[in-house]
C-alpha cells in the first residue's frame, strides 16, 4: 500500500456552496415541514420501506426516534404521524437503502474522503463490513469480525494500565449497550467513561443534582398542560426538539403564557403552525411567546437575577409573591441567598443583558402572580463558564415561587440525543456514586475502580499526552462533537488503536489512531435478530420514562452486528477467564441484560415486564414528589456569583449554534430554512451595526481567530451575514467553528466545554 503523503483533514473543507438568503421565518413547522420530511424518507428509500417504518415511530411497542429525547404522550397518540419533520430526517438518514462497503473504500483513500464535506460522508450510506487500516496505509480494507474483535482484545489487554482506554458513549446508544458497555470497562479496570452529556447538559446534572438531589428534570408532558407560565432559556425547540411545539401550543390553548429568552429570534418561539390541524396549515397558526427577551449571550443570570430582585421588592411591598411555607418547609439557605442577592443593583443588571427594564418588569409581574412555572433549557444555558450556577439561580427563581414537587411546575433540562438520559442512568459516568459501584460488586463478582476517570475534555488532554492508547466510540462522531478541533485530532492520532462502533460514515473515523478499526451497527429502524429471535432494546426520554423501542427494517447486511452483541463479544475475548459473566450469552435474548440492570439500578423492579406495558414506565423522580434526596434532604437556594465577560473593541462573543438541517453534528442538508439562510454553512451572523463599524460589508470573507490561553485557534473563510443579534454577539454553526472552542476553556463544575461563550476576532479576506 502506499503511504500518506499529508494527514487528513480534522475540518470540514472551506469550499463555499452557493449562499442565498431570505427573511426569517415566523412561524414553524407547516406545510413545509410536511413536504420536507416526505422528501427526506422517501428520497433515501422507497415508499413501502418508508411507510413501514413511519408509522411505528415513536408509537407503543414501535421505534423510539433516534432524534431527540423528546417525549411520547402517555395516553393517545397521533395514528398519522406521531414525528416531527426533524425525526423523519432522522430516519432518512439511517434507513437508508444506499451502502458503504468495501468497494467504496477500496476507491477512495482517507485523505480524499477527509477532502469531502460532513453532508457527502453522511450521503453515502450504511455501513456493511467491519473496516480496518493499519499505520502507513492509505485505505480502509475489510477485515473479519473475528480477526477484529481479537485484535481489539490483544490492544486492551497490552496496555500498561486499564486507565490507558477510554471508552466514549454517544446518546443513541441503547440502555441495553450502555450498562454491558460500562461493565465491561469497569471490570477491565477503569471508570474512563466519558459521552456526549459531558459536552451538553453536564452542566445541568451537576446544578440540579446538589439543588435538589437529582440530575434530572422534575417535570412530566402532562404538566405543560397545567402549567401558568413556561419559561424556555437558551433553547431552539423549531429545530432541536420540534414535537415541543405541540406541548407549547397545547398549553398556551390552557392558558399558559410563554416566556422566551434567547439572543436569536428563533420563529420556533414565535408561532407554530400543526402539520396536522387543518385550520394552522391555512391560518396564521398559534402564537407562542408572549414576551421575548432578546438578551446578550450568556447574559442569563443578570437577566434571573433582575427578576428576582423585582420579586423580592413585590414581596415586601404587596406580599404573598413567595410561597412561604414552601420555603419554610423544604427548602434551606434563603436568608443567605436573600442577603446576597440584595448587593447587587437592578440597573446594572439590565444594561448586562441588553434589553429594557421595561421588558423584565413585565415578566416579574407575570410570574408574580404564578404559582405553577416550568423552566426549560439547554445549551444555551449549559455551554458557559458559569453554567452551574446561572442554572441554580433558575432554580432558586423556582423555589422562591414553591414551583417544584407541583403540576404544573418544575424542571425542564430538554435532553438533545434520545438516550443520552438512559446512557447516564445506566452507570456511564465518569465519576460513579459508591453505592452504585457497591451494587456492582456484590452482583458480579469484582471490585470495580474506585478512581474517578477521564470525562470528555480529560479524555481528549489524556490522549493528546499519550496516557490514553486506545480509544473505543460506541457510536457517534466524537471529532466533531468535540471542542478545539485540531487539538482533538492529533490526540486521537496519537492513540495505537481507534475503534469506532457506526452506522455511517464520518469524519472521526478518517482522523484516527496508528491503526484503526470500523465496526458497522444496528440502528434503532433495524430488525435486531439474535439466537434467542427477534429482539427490543430500551430507552429513557427526557422525562425519565423507560420504554421499548423494537426496530422493523431489513438490516444493511447480514455483516452488521447490534451494539449489545459487539460489547459482549469484545468483553469474552478480553476479559477471558477473569470474568464470570457468559458475556455472548447475554445476547442470546436481551430479557437476560435487563434482569441485570435490574438487580443493579433502582428504579428497575420487573424491568421485562414493565417495559412491555402500553408506554413503558417511569423511573422514580424525588423532586417531582417534593422529595430531595440530596446531602441535606431539602431543597438549597445556593449563592450565585455574576461573573461578566469584558471585551474588547474588536473582540465578538461567539455561540455555535445547529442549522435546521442537522441533528447534533449529523447533517440532512445545507439549508437553515427557518433563519433564511440556504445552501451554505461556512456563514457568521453579525448584528448589522458591527459590520459597519468592522469595515465590513454584507457577504464579505473573513477568517475568525481565537487566542485563549495564548493559543492562536483560526476558523478559515465564512461569509458575513447581517443578522438581528445584540451588538458584539456572533453566531456560527458547529462543527465548522469548533476550532476555535479551546479545550481549556469550560464551565465550573461540568466540565463542559464553553461552546457558547468563545471570544473571537475577525480578519477580513482581501
Given at each position: 500500500?502506499?503511504?500518506?503523503?499529508?494527514?487528513?483533514?480534522?475540518?470540514?473543507?472551506?469550499?463555499?456552496?452557493?449562499?442565498?438568503?431570505t427573511?426569517?421565518?415566523?412561524v414553524?413547522?407547516?406545510?413545509?415541514?410536511?413536504?420536507n420530511?416526505?422528501?427526506?424518507?422517501?428520497?433515501a428509500?422507497?415508499?413501502?420501506?418508508?411507510?413501514?417504518?413511519?408509522l411505528?415511530l415513536?408509537?407503543?411497542?414501535?421505534?423510539?426516534?433516534?432524534?431527540?429525547?423528546?417525549?411520547?404522550?402517555?395516553?393517545?397518540?397521533?395514528?398519522?404521524?406521531?414525528?416531527?419533520?426533524?425525526?423523519?430526517?432522522?430516519?432518512a438518514?439511517?434507513?437508508?437503502?444506499?451502502?458503504?462497503?468495501?468497494?467504496?473504500?477500496?476507491?477512495?483513500?482517507?485523505?480524499?474522503?477527509?477532502e469531502?464535506?460532513?453532508?457527502?460522508?453522511?450521503?453515502?450510506g450504511?455501513?456493511?463490513?467491519?473496516?480496518?487500516?493499519?499505520e502507513g496505509e492509505?485505505?480502509?480494507h475489510?477485515?473479519?469480525?473475528?480477526?477484529?474483535?481479537?485484535?481489539?482484545?490483544e490492544?486492551?489487554?497490552?496496555?500498561?494500565?486499564?486507565d490507558?482506554?477510554?471508552?466514549?458513549?454517544?446518546?443513541?446508544?441503547?440502555?441495553?449497550?450502555?450498562?454491558?458497555?460500562?461493565?465491561?470497562?469497569?471490570?477491565l479496570?477503569?471508570?474512563?467513561?466519558?459521552?456526549?452529556?459531558?459536552?451538553?447538559?453536564?452542566?445541568?446534572?451537576?446544578?440540579?443534582?446538589?439543588?435538589?438531589?437529582?440530575?434530572?428534570?422534575?417535570?412530566?408532558?402532562?404538566?405543560f398542560?397545567?402549567?401558568?407560565?413556561?419559561?424556555?432559556?437558551?433553547?431552539?425547540?423549531?429545530?432541536?426538539?420540534?414535537?415541543?411545539?405541540?406541548?407549547?401550543?397545547e398549553a398556551?390553548?390552557n392558558?399558559?403564557?410563554?416566556v422566551?429568552?434567547?439572543?436569536?429570534?428563533?420563529?420556533?418561539?414565535l408561532?407554530?403552525?400543526?402539520?396536522q390541524?387543518?385550520s394552522?396549515m391555512?391560518?396564521?397558526?398559534?402564537?407562542l411567546?408572549?414576551?421575548?427577551?432578546?438578551?446578550?449571550?450568556n447574559?442569563?443570570?443578570?437577566?434571573?437575577?433582575?427578576?428576582?430582585?423585582?420579586?423580592v421588592?413585590?414581596?415586601a411591598?404587596?406580599?404573598?409573591?413567595f410561597?412561604?411555607?414552601?420555603?419554610?418547609?423544604?427548602?434551606?439557605?434563603f436568608?443567605e441567598?436573600?442577603?446576597?442577592?440584595?448587593?447587587?443593583k437592578?440597573?446594572?443588571?439590565?444594561?448586562?443583558?441588553?434589553?429594557n427594564?421595561?421588558?423584565?418588569?413585565?415578566?416579574a409581574?407575570?410570574?408574580?402572580?404564578?404559582?405553577?412555572?416550568?423552566?426549560?433549557?439547554?445549551?444555551?444555558l449549559?455551554?458557559?463558564?458559569?453554567?452551574?450556577?446561572?442554572?441554580?439561580?433558575l432554580v432558586?427563581?423556582?423555589?422562591?415561587?414553591?414551583?417544584i414537587?407541583?403540576?404544573?411546575?418544575?424542571?425542564?433540562?430538554?435532553?438533545?440525543?434520545?438516550?443520552?438520559q438512559?446512557?447516564?442512568?445506566?452507570g456511564?459516568?465518569?465519576?460513579?456514586?459508591?453505592?452504585f459501584?457497591?451494587?456492582?460488586e456484590?452482583?458480579?463478582?469484582?471490585?470495580?475502580?474506585?478512581?474517578?476517570?477521564?470525562?470528555?475534555?480529560?479524555?481528549?488532554?489524556?490522549?493528546?499526552?499519550?496516557?490514553g492508547?486506545v480509544?473505543?466510540?460506541?457510536?457517534?462522531?466524537?471529532?466533531?462533537?468535540?471542542p478545539?478541533?485540531?487539538?482533538?485530532?492529533?490526540?486521537?492520532?496519537?492513540?495505537?488503536?481507534?475503534?469506532?462502533?457506526?452506522?455511517?460514515?464520518?469524519?472521526?473515523?478518517?482522523?484516527?489512531g496508528?491503526t484503526?478499526i470500523?465496526?458497522?451497527?444496528?440502528?434503532?429502524?433495524?430488525?435486531?435478530?439474535?439466537?434467542?429471535?427477534?429482539q427490543?432494546?430500551?430507552?429513557?426520554?427526557?422525562?425519565g420514562?423507560v420504554?421499548?423501542?423494537?426496530?422493523?427494517?431489513?438490516?444493511?447486511?447480514?455483516?452488521?452486528?447490534s451494539?449489545?452483541?459487539?460489547?459482549?463479544e469484545?468483553?469474552?475475548r478480553?476479559?477471558?477467564?477473569?470474568?464470570?459473566?457468559?458475556?455472548?450469552?447475554?445476547t442470546?435474548?436481551?430479557?437476560?441484560?435487563?434482569?441485570?440492570?435490574?438487580k443493579?439500578?433502582?428504579?428497575?423492579?420487573?424491568y421485562?415486564?414493565r417495559?412491555?406495558?402500553d408506554?413503558?414506565?417511569?423511573l422514580?423522580?424525588?423532586?417531582?414528589?417534593?422529595?430531595?434526596?440530596?446531602t441535606?434532604?431539602?431543597a438549597?437556594?445556593?449563592?450565585?456569583?455574576?461573573?461578566?465577560?469584558?471585551?474588547?473593541?474588536?473582540?465578538?462573543l461567539?455561540?455555535?449554534i445547529?442549522?435546521?438541517?442537522?441533528?447534533?453534528?449529523?447533517?440532512?442538508?445545507?439549508?437553515?430554512r427557518y433563519?433564511?439562510?440556504?445552501n451554505?454553512?461556512?456563514?457568521?451572523?453579525?448584528?448589522?451595526?458591527?459590520?459597519?463599524?468592522?469595515?465590513?460589508?454584507?457577504?464579505?470573507?473573513?477568517?475568525?481567530?481565537?487566542?485563549?490561553?495564548?493559543?492562536?485557534?483560526?476558523?478559515?473563510?465564512?461569509?458575513v451575514?447581517p443578522?438581528?443579534?445584540?451588538?458584539?454577539n456572533?453566531?456560527?454553526y458547529?462543527?465548522?467553528?469548533?476550532?476555535?472552542v479551546?479545550i481549556?476553556?469550560?464551565?465550573d463544575?461540568?466540565?463542559?466545554?464553553?461552546?457558547?461563550?468563545?471570544i473571537?476576532?475577525?480578519?477580513?479576506?482581501?
Amino acid at each position: 500500500m502506499n503511504t500518506i503523503d499529508q494527514q487528513p483533514s480534522a475540518q470540514p473543507p472551506q469550499d463555499l456552496t452557493g449562499l442565498q438568503q431570505t427573511e426569517p421565518a415566523h412561524v414553524a413547522a407547516g406545510f413545509k415541514a410536511v413536504s420536507n420530511a416526505i422528501k427526506h424518507v422517501f428520497g433515501a428509500m422507497n415508499v413501502a420501506r418508508g411507510t413501514k417504518i413511519l408509522l411505528t415511530l415513536n408509537q407503543k411497542g414501535g421505534v423510539d426516534c433516534p432524534s431527540c429525547a423528546w417525549p411520547d404522550p402517555d395516553g393517545e397518540r397521533s395514528s398519522v404521524a406521531e414525528y416531527c419533520e426533524n425525526g423523519a430526517k432522522a430516519i432518512a438518514e439511517e434507513a437508508t437503502t444506499l451502502k458503504t462497503g468495501p468497494v467504496f473504500f477500496q476507491r477512495y483513500s482517507i485523505q480524499e474522503l477527509s477532502e469531502k464535506s460532513d453532508y457527502w460522508l453522511g450521503q453515502q450510506g450504511r455501513l456493511t463490513h467491519p473496516m480496518i487500516v493499519r499505520e502507513g496505509e492509505t485505505h480502509y480494507h475489510k477485515i473479519e469480525w473475528d480477526e477484529a474483535l481479537d485484535l481489539i482484545a490483544e490492544h486492551l489487554n497490552a496496555l500498561p494500565t486499564p486507565d490507558d482506554a477510554i471508552f466514549y458513549t454517544s446518546g443513541r446508544t441503547s440502555n441495553e449497550a450502555a450498562f454491558l458497555y460500562q461493565l465491561f470497562a469497569r471490570q477491565l479496570g477503569t471508570n474512563n467513561l466519558p459521552d456526549c452529556s459531558n459536552m451538553c447538559h453536564e452542566s445541568s446534572g451537576s446544578a440540579l443534582g446538589e439543588q435538589l438531589g437529582l440530575g434530572k428534570g422534575s417535570v412530566t408532558l402532562e404538566d405543560f398542560n397545567h402549567a401558568q407560565v413556561i419559561m424556555i432559556l437558551g433553547q431552539n425547540p423549531g429545530t432541536n426538539h420540534p414535537r415541543m411545539l405541540t406541548a407549547l401550543e397545547e398549553a398556551k390553548k390552557n392558558g399558559a403564557k410563554i416566556v422566551s429568552v434567547n439572543p436569536l429570534i428563533e420563529a420556533g418561539l414565535l408561532a407554530f403552525k400543526h402539520p396536522q390541524h387543518l385550520s394552522d396549515m391555512l391560518g396564521s397558526g398559534t402564537k407562542l411567546s408572549d414576551h421575548y427577551l432578546q438578551i446578550k449571550i450568556n447574559s442569563d443570570i443578570a437577566l434571573i437575577k433582575a427578576l428576582l430582585l423585582l420579586l423580592v421588592k413585590k414581596e415586601a411591598t404587596i406580599g404573598n409573591v413567595f410561597d412561604r411555607n414552601f420555603i419554610q418547609n423544604n427548602t434551606l439557605g434563603f436568608e443567605e441567598f436573600l442577603a446576597d442577592l440584595s448587593q447587587y443593583k437592578l440597573e446594572d443588571l439590565v444594561k448586562e443583558c441588553g434589553i429594557n427594564l421595561e421588558q423584565i418588569e413585565e415578566v416579574a409581574d407575570l410570574l408574580a402572580n404564578s404559582q405553577r412555572i416550568i423552566a426549560c433549557w439547554a445549551m444555551g444555558l449549559t455551554q458557559h463558564k458559569n453554567s452551574v450556577v446561572t442554572i441554580q439561580e433558575l432554580v432558586n427563581l423556582l423555589l422562591l415561587k414553591g414551583s417544584i414537587g407541583k403540576q404544573g411546575a418544575g424542571t425542564c433540562p430538554v435532553r438533545g440525543h434520545s438516550n443520552v438520559q438512559g446512557d447516564r442512568t445506566m452507570g456511564i459516568f465518569e465519576r460513579p456514586s459508591k453505592a452504585f459501584l457497591q451494587k456492582i460488586e456484590e452482583n458480579f463478582g469484582f471490585t470495580p475502580p474506585q478512581k474517578h476517570g477521564y470525562d470528555v475534555v480529560a479524555a481528549i488532554k489524556a490522549m493528546q499526552a499519550s496516557s490514553g492508547k486506545v480509544f473505543i466510540g460506541m457510536g457517534g462522531n466524537f471529532l466533531s462533537a468535540t471542542p478545539d478541533t485540531e487539538f482533538t485530532a492529533q490526540a486521537l492520532r496519537n492513540c495505537t488503536l481507534t475503534v469506532q462502533v457506526s452506522t455511517k460514515l464520518n469524519r472521526s473515523h478518517l482522523v484516527h489512531g496508528k491503526t484503526a478499526i470500523i465496526l458497522p451497527a444496528l440502528g434503532r429502524t433495524d430488525e435486531d435478530r439474535q439466537a434467542g429471535g427477534a429482539q427490543f432494546v430500551t430507552t429513557e426520554n427526557s422525562m425519565g420514562v423507560v420504554q421499548m423501542s423494537k426496530g422493523n427494517l431489513t438490516p444493511p447486511a447480514s455483516t452488521v452486528w447490534s451494539e449489545p452483541k459487539i460489547i459482549a463479544e469484545i468483553a469474552q475475548r478480553t476479559l477471558r477467564k477473569r470474568t464470570q459473566l457468559d458475556w455472548l450469552s447475554l445476547t442470546h435474548h436481551y430479557d437476560s441484560i435487563r434482569n441485570l440492570i435490574e438487580k443493579t439500578i433502582a428504579g428497575f423492579e420487573d424491568y421485562n415486564e414493565r417495559v412491555r406495558q402500553d408506554g413503558g414506565f417511569y423511573l422514580p423522580n424525588g423532586p417531582r414528589e417534593g422529595v430531595f434526596t440530596n446531602t441535606a434532604q431539602k431543597a438549597l437556594f445556593k449563592i450565585c456569583p455574576l461573573e461578566t465577560i469584558q471585551l474588547a473593541t474588536d473582540e465578538y462573543l461567539m455561540m455555535t449554534i445547529r442549522t435546521h438541517d442537522q441533528f447534533n453534528t449529523t447533517v440532512y442538508g445545507l439549508d437553515d430554512r427557518y433563519r433564511g439562510i440556504f445552501n451554505e454553512r461556512r456563514v457568521i451572523l453579525m448584528n448589522q451595526e458591527d459590520i459597519t463599524s468592522a469595515g465590513l460589508q454584507q457577504y464579505d470573507l473573513v477568517d475568525l481567530h481565537n487566542y485563549h490561553g495564548g493559543v492562536h485557534r483560526l476558523a478559515e473563510k465564512f461569509i458575513v451575514v447581517p443578522y438581528n443579534i445584540p451588538r458584539q454577539n456572533v453566531a456560527t454553526y458547529f462543527p465548522e467553528a469548533n476550532v476555535l472552542v479551546p479545550i481549556d476553556s469550560v464551565a465550573d463544575v461540568s466540565n463542559t466545554p464553553t461552546s457558547k461563550s468563545v471570544i473571537i476576532k475577525l480578519t477580513k479576506i482581501i
